[in-house]
């Protein structure tokens, strides 16, 4: 089956800097990936849809400014969290589909990230 | 918009049935169902697209009502393999971006 790999799985950061996450797919092509964000005991927010070679879509309330997201080849999407604040400290974790598979998405290990 | 899950939280023994439901207020394009362990990435378990639909594997089914506004998952003889978080994520329209239900907490003890 398909394969997202996302790394790191845990970052710790000083506040005001900014922080990448990479999210991969292994052995497929994916012309979009999605960003989501899950707090603790809570639902996966959607953040954004990165769409290879173009900009990517940002979900109403999120900062585009803030999380900047690069898709800059078929298997590989960015995100930075830019400026980082103890209130962006969350889980963050990206997903793809196969598209020779008639299967759901594939998430990756997910990002845990803290900001002090 | 963000689809409705019941209930939010199911505590069974082993061997016991559940049923989680996962509702719309406008017609959905598919219906997909996850499994989530605490502090691990959501675990696919399957994918809805027809009005009408049943599918399943081992003692985990899923149905999609003739509307497409309402998706059930169906967890037979639960194992406790079976604790976890259940999501539903739903996709109106074309569109691929799914949006998830708040979850279901399925605690299966011995």
């Known amino acids: 089956g398909a394969v997202v790999s996302q790394h790191p799985s845990r970052v710790i950061c000083k506040s005001g800097t900014s922080v990448k996450i990479e999210c991969r797919s292994l052995?497929?092509?994916?012309?979009?990936m999605f960003w989501y964000r899950q707090f603790p005991k809570q639902s996966l927010m959607l953040m954004a849809t990165?769409?290879?070679?173009?900009?990517?879509?940002?979900e109403q309330g999120v900062e585009k400014d803030k999380f900047l997201i690069n898709h800059a080849s078929l298997t590989l999407s960015t995100l930075t969290v830019t400026s980082a604040h103890p209130e962006d400290s969350s889980f963050y974790i990206c997903s793809a589909r196969d598209p020779r598979e008639a299967s759901g998405y594939t998430f990756g290990s997910g990002t845990r990230l803290t900001v002090v | 918009q963000q689809p409705v899950q019941s209930p939010q939280a199911v505590i069974l023994r082993e061997g016991e049935d559940a049923v989680i439901n996962c509702s719309s207020s406008?017609?959905?394009?598919?219906v997909h169902w996850y499994r989530q362990k605490h502090g691990e990435a959501p675990i696919f378990l399957m994918i809805?697209?027809?009005?009408?639909e049943q599918k399943g594997h081992d003692k985990i089914s899923a149905s999609f009502n003739e509307k497409k506004q309402q998706s059930s998952l169906y967890l037979t003889a639960s194992q406790l393999s079976y604790s976890g978080t259940y999501f539903c994520g739903t996709a109106q329209g074309g569109s691929e971006k799914l949006v998830f239900g708040k979850g279901t907490k399925l605690t299966v003890n011995p």
């Open positions: 809805l697209l027809k009005g009408g």
């Open positions: 990165s769409n290879e070679g173009s900009k990517a879509t940002y």
């Open positions: 406008k017609a959905l394009y598919s």
């Open positions: 052995d497929f092509q994916a012309t979009t």
